[in-house]
């Protein structure tokens, strides 16, 4: 491979700011194939050496490649960058902030969860709401209760709290998460976030209603039970078996109208996520021994 010039000097013999700045609007701007090396030269500084340049850079409005270039060095760095990123966390322009979350998240190291969880109580929406996205990627079940907190927050941190506590997939959030499963905007990702949970005790609410009804409600609860079921399954195999053989063993309290909604369901859904769903939990259900698993209605 050649070598890479900047500026006709050779990037192994760097020896200015102004240098390492030229090095970073080289790897914005460079060719995948030689974008790995020029990182590569950037680390082998260090980054005692070359912090202030990158912070700098981060904090540059005017050039947005040589920012994100620097953060993306930043990231290369690992763990040896998180306590100045850290720092940057309580940084006077929230944007400087909003990156540091960033950064912190794509690091993924669990020194960081601690000054991301008190970044959720930043006074500016969208540090709140990139801690929370970083906390989901680092997945430490120190973050649960702080995220479940922001449930009363903007609705948009709502959102990035629901899809961080399913990465994380802590128990805990199962509960709170099923009071939200009827929100209008909410319901897609509160299911989302339960089948990656993977907790069983969310059946039987879903259970609940599917059996109560055939329209939107019900099908969301039909693609959230196959999304669970899947969940529960990669979290506690019995034995081998299948999702529907888990399904059987777990669903005891069937309600006498899902069969008749999900084959409504399988009827108007020509094509889609809920015909899908339906047509499987039909075939799942298609094992249970109705006499002893189905309630009456009332």
């Known amino acids: 491979m050649p070598e890479i010039r900047v500026r006709n000097a050779p990037l192994a013999k760097l020896r200015s700011a102004r240098e390492i700045e030229s090095l970073l609007l080289f790897i914005s701007n460079a060719d995948p194939l030689f974008r790995p090396q020029a990182v590569a030269l950037v680390l082998r500084r260090g980054i005692e050496c070359i912090a202030p340049v990158l912070e700098r850079a981060v904090r540059n409005d005017a050039d947005a490649d040589i920012r994100n270039a620097a953060m993306e ?40 969860v601690e000054p991301l969880i008190s970044a959720l109580r930043d006074p500016d929406v969208n540090v709140r709401h990139g801690a929370a996205e970083s906390l989901g990627k680092i997945g430490d079940a120190r973050a649960v209760e702080p995220l479940l907190e922001l449930f009363v927050d903007h609705f948009w941190l709502q959102h990035a709290a629901v899809v961080a506590l399913g990465k ?60 669970l079921v899947k969940g529960c399954f990669d979290r506690d195999r019995r034995g081998t078996g299948s999702p529907g053989e888990y399904f059987r063993s777990s669903a005891v309290d069937i309600g006498s109208h899902v069969i008749m909604n999900l084959g409504a369901m399988k009827r108007s859904a020509v094509a889609g996520e809920t015909a899908d769903a339906a047509i499987t939990l039909l075939h799942w259900l298609a094992g249970i021994d109705r006499t002893s698993s189905c309630r009456r209605s009332g």
């Open 73 to 112: 060095v930043l990231v290369a760095f690992g763990e040896a960058a998180v306590p100045r990123l850290v720092k940057l966390l309580k940084d006077a322009d929230e944007e400087v902030r909003n990156f540091s979350t960033v950064m912190l998240g794509d690091i993924g190291s669990r020194a960081a």
């Open 168 to 227: 994380i997939g802590d128990r805990r959030a199962t509960c709170p998460l099923l009071l939200r499963r009827h929100d209008a905007v909410l319901a897609e990702p509160v299911m989302e976030a339960l089948g990656r949970i993977g907790d069983p005790d969310a059946l039987a609410p879903l259970l609940d209603d599917l059996d109560e009804s055939s329209g939107e409600d019900g099908a969301l609860a039909a693609r959230g039970i196959v999304s």
